[in-house]
């Protein structure tokens, strides 16, 4: 396993981590396989979607923000329920096949940690089998 460091910015944000996956995956040496991506935090998830025009994870980030307001009425003592919110609606892996070395992804497809409660430091874990 690897693990990937990526800084985020704002509040909400969405990295596109497509090419440091590959890069892992690449040095996993894996051929055949799968390759999960998985992000180990509460308040961050991870998500495939499209990597060509960036106002398509604008828009991802920017409903998820309306989805699920920043103040609640919520219980949780520590302030950052909504982010909590969105990361389980994300989820917090997604799962990749490997055909020939390589993410066997759409041509329009890449892979998005998604921040919640940034900015902060967040580990990707890459695993291939
Ligand atoms: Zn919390």
């Not at 910015?9 to 894996?30: I, P």
């Not at 979607?49 to 609640?72: F, H, K, Q, Y």
């Not at 992804?105 to 900015?119: K, N, R, V």
Request: hydrophobic residues 35%; aromatic residues 4%; charged residues 20%.
């Amino acid at each position: 396993m690897e693990t990937i460091s990526v800084k985020t910015g704002g509040r909400t944000d969405l990295r596109n981590v497509t090419e440091e996956v590959e890069r892992a995956l690449g040095r996993s040496g894996v051929q055949e396989g799968i390759c999960t991506v998985f992000v180990a935090h509460t308040t961050a998830g991870v998500t495939i979607n499209e990597n060509a025009d960036p106002a398509v994870s604008d828009d991802i980030a920017a409903t998820l923000d309306r989805m699920v307001p920043w103040n609640g009425p919520y219980r949780h003592g520590e302030g950052n329920s909504a982010a909590h919110l969105k990361a389980s609606l994300v989820g917090s892996s997604v799962t990749v096949p490997v055909h020939g070395g390589r993410l066997a992804l759409g041509t329009w497809q890449g892979i998005f940690l998604c921040e919640f409660d940034g900015p902060r430091t967040r580990s990707v874990h890459v695993q291939a089998i």
